[in-house]
């Protein structure tokens, strides 16, 4: 399963789950197995099997607060492991603060210029579960790019009202080190930068905006692509995963060689997912909003299509559940909501509830096979 985010991790979702499997099946062989697809979780999804350790740095947050962000490196000490969320991600800013008008990845550029700085030529970074809309101006801010107003000022830390501000860029005093260094960026959707599918009206809203702030937001987004295109030559407007992250894979595409690849599938692959459910009579995924969005690369689909490949039965289980027809003609045996629609969202994702909702559903879900 995927955390259900804000409340419980994958390792914890996976936990409730597999005591709802025993209270029916006490003697049931289970596995659980945590997944990420480049949100929260990433960092523990990959780190264990590749091997190495965990370590901390302070950067500025979403808000130019201050955070220690987690992040890893492989035991041959030459990959970094970078989880977005831990740098410029939502749960670090509360929910009255939310506003991706404002918000900065500044903090996500200074720990890869940190990073760089100590030999570090090779990330995977997941950029999921971002708390910014900027177009990965504030990321490429921390590794030495300026950007230049109209009036020709150079722009202050970037976010995501800054966007139609930009009239040029210079990368006279980029680290030099960006050119010989190789990202692998996981992304958990495919939308392009900007438009009706874009980075502001798919996403903005759940990061605080309001319906004005996501039609200034687009602008923004549509302007900056221009700018990234004359300097670049690169056209990121309608390339697909641009705008994860609120345009920060845009960013990693036009300025830092970023190979873009959906995250669920590089942590299948990592984790080699095939083998390990070899022989499995059910499966049981989860996320915490299952809607229209899953289909677009997120854990459950990806769970579900190497499923497909062995005739295993895959459900779904959710915080929240939305096209529920579409999820089940994608495949799902089965999808289902933990809490009534009715009950208010800060209560649904109080965690001991939501462990117990978990564990009642499964359960429920197993007597009636």
């Given at each position: 399963m995927d955390s259900f985010k804000g409340c419980l991790s994958s390792a914890e979702v996976e936990a409730a789950a597999e005591e709802g499997v025993r209270s029916v099946y006490p003697d049931c062989s289970t596995f659980c197995i945590?997944?990420?697809?480049?949100?929260?979780?990433?960092?523990?999804?990959?780190?264990?099997?590749?091997?190495?350790?965990?370590?901390?740095?302070?950067?500025?947050g979403p808000l130019m607060e201050f955070v220690f962000a987690r992040y890893g490196i492989t035991k041959d000490g030459r990959t970094a492991i970078l989880e977005m969320a831990e740098t410029s991600g939502l749960m670090l800013v509360p929910i009255p603060k939310r506003n991706p008008m404002l918000t900065t990845s500044l903090g996500t550029g200074e720990l890869i210029l940190h990073l760089m700085n100590q030999g570090i030529r090779h990330f995977i970074i997941g950029i999921g579960g971002s708390a910014t809309n900027d177009g990965g101006i504030g990321m490429l801010q921390s590794l030495g790019f300026l950007f230049y107003n109209h009036q020709g000022g150079i722009l202050s830390t970037g976010c995501g009202e800054m966007m139609c501000q930009v009239a040029r860029m210079d990368m006279t005093f980029v680290d030099p080190a960006l050119k010989d260094t190789c990202f692998t960026v996981a992304c958990d959707v495919d939308n392009p930068f900007y438009g009706p599918n874009g980075a502001a009206y798919t996403f903005a809203i759940q990061k605080g905006a309001d319906?004005?702030?996501?039609?200034?937001?687009?602008?923004?987004l549509r302007s900056l692509s221009e700018v990234y295109r004359r300097t670049t030559g690169i056209d990121v407007g309608q390339y697909p995963g641009a705008g994860?992250?609120?345009?920060?894979?845009g960013a990693f595409l036009s300025f830092m060689h970023g190979k873009l690849q959906p995250g669920v599938q590089l942590v299948l692959?990592?984790?080699?997912?095939?083998?390990?459910?070899a022989g499995a009579d059910l499966i049981i995924t989860g996320?915490?909003?299952?809607?229209?969005?899953?289909?677009?690369g997120k854990v459950p689909y990806g769970v579900l299509e190497e499923a497909k490949e062995q005739q295993i039965p895959v459900v779904l289980i959710a915080g929240?559940?939305?096209?529920a027809d579409m999820l089940l003609s994608a495949g799902f045996q089965g999808v289902y909501q933990i809490s009534p629609d009715s009950m208010p969202l800060?209560?649904?994702?109080?965690p001991n509830y939501t462990r117990n909702n978990i564990k009642r559903t499964v359960a429920k879900i197993l007597c009636s096979l």
């Open positions: 945590p997944i990420a697809d480049g949100g929260e979780g990433w960092l523990n999804s990959l780190l264990p099997k590749l091997g190495g350790s965990i370590h901390r740095l302070s950067v500025h319906e004005q702030m996501v039609e200034s937001l687009d602008m923004g994860a992250a609120g345009g920060v894979g692959n990592t984790l080699g997912f095939e083998k390990q459910i996320e915490g909003k299952a809607d229209r969005q899953t289909m677009m929240r559940v939305e096209n800060e209560e649904a994702m109080e």
